[in-house]
């Protein structure tokens, strides 16, 4: 199968630690390997963001990266990116008509946007994930929240005219039901894990200065809920607090959350570590005694798996896809988002009992291997191609059923 991905701001090739870049870039990168791996061609449209990219690419694992140029050539905050995304859809319709992949997914609402207007001119199957949606985002951040206004409108019209929504959890396909009334046809695939590198063997980075380590990993961003960890940890005697994620330079985030660890008392136990290379995080996860996910909501949340992967017990917040991923009393706990009391009594049950973080890292593995490996989300995702495609008469069935029908005569 021929596979174009759309992915505006979050390219494959980007380095994690940034604005905007996260657990999406990952998804792409790991998704397309994957698919190249069951022997599918893909191709991942981004958006360009230096001038010193070339117009495409061969990345070492197999897929192609394409550079569109809409707007200029240099980062921009992805809530920036909106008045460009005419300019990339017409882009990427000369794209699709010089080179026309089977089907067309897209990855986060603009780039469903540029999909959908572009695809329907040439009758190309579309499919769309979202990973974040802007009702939550607006519902969580209020007006802190810097999205275009015009993204939950977009998103409840393209939630009932894209062929086909491959949600990344059960949450949010409750989410879009409450969105759109004709909600299209709906599949679910997680995201995945690389088991491979993320494994229970292997070093474990040998920085600890405490008897316990919890381990907090994501951009410096509030929603992260970095700060109830932080609000917590005078609750968890002879603890360290690892932050992880936070990229070069000064960082407002950086400075409040240090400041905040000041006022609860415990400066000298929280540590903002530079930026760690994603090469080193699994040594990283393994270092921690606890993984903690605290954010206010999170579309899927990759870091619970990797950390399950790594034969680590988990504490996270009961929102998003970590319901889906994180089984309390079998892999860790799930407490409320914002609420200190419960993330404290959780994270503080579980580090006192060494045998039951044992017992629910090995869960976890088991669990990361047998449902979250990136080829099983592939062979998922696949099916989801595949029933897009059964569904309309793309111009590839159309061909074959004329062959067949020559071919009776």
């Not at 990229?247 to 609860?264: F, K, S």
Request: glycine share 8%; charged share 25%.
């Amino acid at each position: 199968m021929k596979i174009t991905f759309v992915s505006e701001h979050a390219s494959p090739l980007a380095a994690l630690g940034g604005v905007d870049a996260g657990g999406q870039n990952v998804h792409v990168a790991e998704l397309a390997k994957a698919l190249v791996g069951l022997g599918h061609e893909v191709t991942v449209i981004t958006r360009r963001d230096d001038r010193a990219l070339p117009p495409a690419l061969v990345t070492s694992d197999g897929y192609r990266v394409i550079h569109l140029t809409a707007g200029p050539p240099e980062p921009l905050p992805k809530d920036d990116l909106w008045p460009h995304m005419p300019a990339f859809s017409d882009q990427l319709l000369a794209q699709l008509k010089a080179d026309r992949p089977d089907v067309v997914h897209a990855h986060f609402w603009m780039s469903g946007w540029a999909m959908h207007r572009a695809a329907r001119a040439v009758a190309i199957p579309t499919v769309l994930t979202f990973h974040a949606l802007g009702s939550v985002k607006r519902r969580q951040q209020g007006a802190a929240d810097t999205s275009p206004r015009d993204r939950i409108a977009v998103e409840t019209t393209l939630a009932a005219s894209v062929d086909r929504i491959i949600a990344t959890c059960t949450d949010e396909v409750a989410e879009l039901t409450r969105l759109s009334k004709t909600l299209t046809a709906t599949s679910v695939v997680p995201c995945g894990v690389d088991v491979d590198r993320f494994s229970p063997t292997g070093p474990a980075r040998g920085d600890r200065r405490s008897r316990h380590r919890l381990l907090v990993v994501g951009r410096l961003v509030p929603r992260k809920g970095f700060a109830t960890a932080i609000e917590a940890l005078p609750h968890l005697p002879d603890t360290e607090l690892a932050i992880a994620g936070g990229a070069a330079g000064p960082d407002p985030e950086r400075e409040r959350l240090l400041a905040l660890a000041g006022i609860c008392g415990v400066a000298d136990r929280v540590r903002v570590l530079p930026q760690v290379p994603r090469a080193e995080m699994p040594s990283l996860l393994r270092s921690a005694d606890l993984v903690a996910c605290p954010a206010w909501y999170e579309p899927f949340g990759i870091v619970p798996l990797e950390a399950m992967a790594c034969g680590r017990a988990v504490v996270a917040s009961a929102v998003g896809g970590m319901l889906d991923t994180v089984v309390p009393d079998h892999t860790g706990s799930l407490v409320p988002p914002r609420d200190t009391d419960a993330f404290a009594d959780a994270t503080s049950q579980l580090l006192r009992q060494p045998e039951l973080r044992l017992r629910y890292g090995r869960n976890g593995v088991e669990r990361a291997r047998t449902r979250f490996s990136w080829p099983s989300v592939a062979v998922r995702t696949v099916e989801a191609y595949e029933r897009t495609l059964a569904g309309r008469p793309t111009r590839l069935r159309t061909k074959a059923a004329r062959l067949a029908a020559a071919g009776s005569r």
